[in-house]
């Protein structure tokens, strides 16, 4: 009798914490699913290296935690904060320019006690300003409103864009315009953005570093350097294809663990999660991904304000082009762009940064309206 | 009042409830886009995945699964009687993997402390290192003596990446004593490129260079074999996956006698010259001898400059094959052949004689030819033309048959041109002919270098092979043979030995077995009769020998453009020559000696081939070799000039 009061003492506490810690969740649930995926992916693709590992579990704990943080304080924090937020991560890019280190690219600052990319910030940033600016105007926006947004975004885009991080600069700026798309922009103001978009194409190869030039001409005809620039695409399209329909097995990449595939922990890591589970693995993990971003809009919709809708929103849809672009890179369907996969790639800082964003999501679900 | 609102501040008007249902809109539309894109994606994989799945695969294979090569182990070469004259032998040689060896310069001082590592090894390994990468092993010295693999074995643990690796070298155990016919390998260099290409030479190190080795390369090499072996992308090597094993070469029996080539050697006692005997039964070569000769080991891994700067220089010139591109005037050697030319011809009898007065006129001319005895031999049929060598003979007899018919019937027996033995870059020679001599000097033919040419001078030039060659039809009833030094091959070491094919052998050259008996006979009487030039040489044979000296000046351009005038003093420049066929009656061996700077060709060359014919008929019962070279007479200088003039430089 004592045993049952006992466990029923337990479960009332449990419920009660559980409607205090204001988690979705089957979207936990599915990023922590991703997550322990990466963390085996990672396992056979660093050739059984703890180490990193380790590293990466850490680096997801911290991400976890800073969601668990997040989901709990009140999205009209957030909202306050914002224009400050924006502002300071502006501030950073330009101080990354001037004086960050970084291979090749001046994307990391170190600030004594910790060392991270600001361009992190402006993928929460970015959205949350767009947002805070659209959320008090009347929607579906106005031409001016455009313009203003169009602006709040160019911004910190360039600023990435010049460190140079094209992939991130991408990110950021998608992450705007889903929450001007969102914002109900009409049909016809898209589709004239987009005309305007491709007629600039040629300004942007005029402006573009010599090797991204190059991952474009590779991505066009990977054949005409096989064992240069079109080195990367070629062994990742034969590290998928060879995966074939049931893949190879776990631990039993070839072209991983003979080093034929580049970048096999970072960028390139879904391919060797191709590689050793097929294309049954690539859909099932491919579905997830779905049903987080469709989650993620779920919880958008049924947000209670507009500055929480337009973020939730925006934070989902820029989720799937992480998978998208990488995807697509590893398969040869667009070029090489340094975009992770998420919470698979090896590497932190964009794991904490998604982390955190879905903390916003649970902040916003944890207040929607009821009923 | 909300028109009118919305009328004057349009923008500031929020309607809450239609913006959510904008936004549900748009975010489905959203997601329809999202799913369509994911879509696209996830059948971009599955052509991936499953329509080029197969091709895909194999490219992942290919990169995964690497052929490296295996070298064969060349074949082995072996004398008639199974004598070994190259094989290859187990070596150890130091290797360093530069990956693994960290600090390599260092590593390679630590080891001279060890094992004495020679500057030229440096170089060497320096170059390699510049070509390899770094994960290959480079060999830094050959040839570890056993004493320095067990010191290194010592002391292994101080060197990692440093291994000691066993390698097959050839090696020739007879060294010097085959340099020539056996030749050597060396390393594949430039001007073996098209063979570099070669896959059958993907992972053999040596070629054959000269001699046998070179010519028979083909049967030696092998084939090459495979190891599958899994590679990372860097090339390096992971594990083996499956093997062919390389085929060995064909081993190589050779007709050469090892045991008479040696007691042929001992004979010269160092001094320059030529033996040649070849089985007239078959054209088997017997033993090859071009003294003074090579140590062809010094090659197998590169000879020192200073080594090779020494041979080119050698005065004697060793490296010179004399016996396919030594050209010598064969001289009285000549005169068995001259003599059936006569015969056959229908220009003699054996019995029409010459009246030999000491000298020979053409009529209208006041030159003379001379014959070597003062005074002259009287009256001479064919007989004792050949014992006593009698010039004036052979003067007439030439005149009579005119050079047109002497040169197209001497053609018979191979004179100028090629044998055709087995070895490569042998000289043709030259048969005084009026074409040969319009096409070389662009002059017309004068009688008197048709009486000279019927004592073997003027224009005549001889290589020994090509005389030995002559010999051996002319012993074998005219019957021509050609030469050949490979008499068997077997597959492997447990295969059967099979028989090399018998060459195709000419027609008959002597239509008359009066005619043969009649050249024979003179011959016979060279060695054995009462007035024999080479009696002493015959003497006390337990078989019947049958043979011919020849003494010549040496072959020189000055030489040749003279009118051929004999009278040009005799001197140690004379080649001495000898040629002889035993048994007389049922000859198994026909051997031809040279000798530079030899007196005459029945002292020094007549005991040289006897010895070589009593080494090969009666073995072991062989009387021990006797020199006949007076001890002043050795010790005495030797013109320190070459006395031989090469027709052709040897084709490498």
């Given at each position: 009798m004592i045993d049952r009061d006992l466990l029923g003492a337990i479960r009332r506490r449990w419920q009660r914490w559980w409607q205090r810690s204001r988690l979705d969740l089957p979207l936990l649930g599915a990023l922590l699913l991703v997550a322990t995926v990466g963390l085996l992916v990672l396992f056979s693709a660093s050739a059984e290296d703890p180490q990193q590992v380790l590293n990466q579990a850490l680096r997801l704990g911290f991400g976890f935690a800073v969601l668990l943080v997040f989901s709990r304080l009140p999205p009209m924090w957030f909202r306050m904060l914002t224009p400050w937020f924006y502002l300071g991560t502006l501030g950073l890019l330009v101080l990354v320019l001037l004086l960050g280190e970084g291979r090749g690219a001046n994307r990391w600052l170190d600030l004594k006690l910790l060392r991270f990319q600001p361009a992190e910030l402006a993928k929460l940033a970015l959205p949350m300003m767009v947002a805070w600016y659209l959320h008090t105007r009347a929607l579906p926006p106005r031409w001016r409103d455009l313009w203003v947004s169009c602006l709040l975004i160019a911004v910190p885009a360039l600023l990435i864009a010049k460190q140079p991080d094209l992939g991130t600069a991408l990110l950021v700026s998608a992450s705007g315009v889903f929450v001007v798309f969102l914002a109900g922009l009409a049909w016809r103001r898209i589709l004239l953005l987009l005309g305007l978009g491709a007629a600039s194409v040629p300004l942007f190869w005029h402006f573009m570093h010599e090797y991204q030039r190059n991952r474009v001409r590779m991505f066009l005809d990977p054949e005409a350097d096989p064992l240069g620039n079109g080195w990367n695409i070629i062994q990742s399209k034969i590290a998928v294809g060879s995966g074939g329909l049931f893949g190879k097995g776990f631990m039993d990449s070839t072209q991983a663990r003979l080093d034929f595939l580049p970048e096999h922990t970072t960028d390139f890591i879904f391919a060797v999660f191709s590689e050793e589970f097929g294309l049954l693995g690539v859909t099932a993990l491919i579905a997830v991904y779905l049903f987080i971003i469709g989650r993620g809009l779920w919880i958008a919709a049924n947000a209670r304000d507009s500055w929480s809708r337009l973020l939730a929103g925006s934070l989902s849809m820029t989720f799937f082009v992480y998978v998208m672009v990488n995807g697509g890179m590893i398969a040869g369907l667009m070029p090489v762009v340094g975009v992770p996969m998420p919470l698979i790639s090896y590497g932190g800082t964009s794991a904490v940064s998604l982390l955190a964003g879905f903390g916003l999501l649970m902040s916003i679900h944890s207040h929607r309206r009821l009923g | 009042m909300k028109t009118l609102w919305s009328r004057r501040r349009p923008v500031l008007l929020k309607d809450v409830a239609l913006e959510s249902v904008l936004f549900k809109r748009r975010a489905a539309q959203g997601f329809a886009i999202i799913v369509l894109a994911l879509l696209v994606l996830i059948a971009r994989y599955g052509w991936l995945q499953v329509i080029e799945h197969g091709s895909l695969s194999t490219a992942a294979e290919q990169n995964r699964i690497k052929s490296r090569p295996l070298p064969p182990s060349r074949g082995l070469i072996y004398d008639r009687n199974g004598v070994l004259l190259a094989e290859n032998v187990l070596e150890y040689r130091l290797e360093i993997v530069p990956e693994q060896a960290g600090d390599v310069m260092a590593t390679v001082a630590a080891i001279t402390a060890v094992i004495r590592i020679d500057p030229e090894d440096l170089e060497r390994f320096g170059q390699l290192r510049q070509s390899q990468r770094r994960f290959h092993s480079l060999p830094i010295k050959f040839h570890l003596s056993e004493e320095e693999v067990a010191r290194f074995a010592v002391n292994r643990y101080r060197f990692p990446g440093v291994e000691v690796v066993p390698y097959l070298k050839r090696f020739y155990p007879l060294g010097a004593d085959l340099g020539h016919v056996i030749g050597y390998v060396g390393r594949i260099g430039t001007e073996d490129r098209e063979r570099l290409d070669d896959p059958r030479y993907s992972a053999t190190t040596h070629i054959g260079k000269t001699g046998i080795e070179r010519y028979y390369e083909d049967r030696l090499l092998g084939q090459v074999g495979y190891e599958q072996v899994e590679t990372n992308a860097e090339g390096r090597a992971l594990r083996v996956l499956g093997r062919v094993a390389p085929k060995p070469g064909q081993n190589l029996y050779l007709a050469l006698d090892a045991r008479l080539q040696q007691a042929a050697i001992a004979a010269f006692e160092g001094r320059p010259g030529v033996a040649v005997a070849i089985d007239p039964n078959n054209g088997e070569v017997l033993c090859m001898v071009s003294q003074p000769s090579f140590d062809p080991n010094w090659f197998v891994n590169g000879i020192s400059r200073q080594n090779y700067t020494d041979l080119l220089a050698a005065s004697r010139r060793p490296l010179f094959d004399r016996t396919l591109l030594g050209g010598y005037e064969p001289g009285s050697t000549i005169k068995p052949f001259i003599a059936m030319a006569g015969l056959e011809l229908g220009v003699r009898t054996p019995s029409d004689t010459v009246f030999s007065t000491g000298e020979f006129h053409l009529p209208g001319q006041a030159k003379g030819y001379r014959d070597w005895k003062k005074g002259g031999h009287g009256r001479i049929d064919l007989h004792e033309s050949l014992a006593q060598s009698v010039n004036t003979y052979y003067y007439q007899l030439a005149n009579d048959l005119g050079i047109d018919r002497l040169s197209s019937y001497l053609a018979g027996f191979g004179f100028g041109q090629a044998t055709g033995i087995d070895l490569n870059g042998e000289a043709v020679g030259v048969l005084p002919s009026r074409a040969w001599k319009q096409a070389r000097y662009g002059k017309a033919w004068y009688p008197g270098e048709t009486v000279i040419s019927g004592i073997g001078q003027g224009y005549w030039v001889v290589t020994p092979i090509q005389l030995a060659a002559a010999l051996a039809t002319l012993a074998g009833n005219g019957i021509h043979h050609r030469p050949h030094l490979l008499r068997a091959t077997q597959a492997?070491?447990?295969?059967v030995i099979v028989p090399v094919p018998a060459l195709a052998q000419g027609a008959p050259l002597i239509g008359n077995a009066t005619h043969l008996a009649a050249v024979h006979d003179g011959m016979v009487a060279v060695m054995h009769g009462p007035t024999g030039t080479a009696r002493r040489v015959g003497a006390n044979a337990p078989y019947q020998i049958a043979g011919k000296s020849g003494t010549a000046q040496r072959v020189t351009s000055a030489k040749r453009s003279a009118s051929g005038n004999l009278n040009a003093p005799e001197s140690f420049r004379n080649q001495a020559l000898f040629m002889a066929y035993a048994p007389a009656a049922q000859p198994t061996i026909a051997v031809v000696v040279v000798v530079e700077h030899g007196e005459s060709g029945s002292r020094a060359a007549g005991p040289i081939a006897r010895h070589i014919l009593d080494v090969y008929l009666l073995g072991a019962a062989a009387p021990p070799w006797v020199s006949p070279v007076p001890a002043s007479a050795a010790s005495a200088p030797l013109?320190?000039?070459?006395?031989v003039k090469p027709i052709a430089e040897p084709a490498r």
């Open positions: - | 492997s070491f447990d295969a013109a320190p000039a070459a006395e």
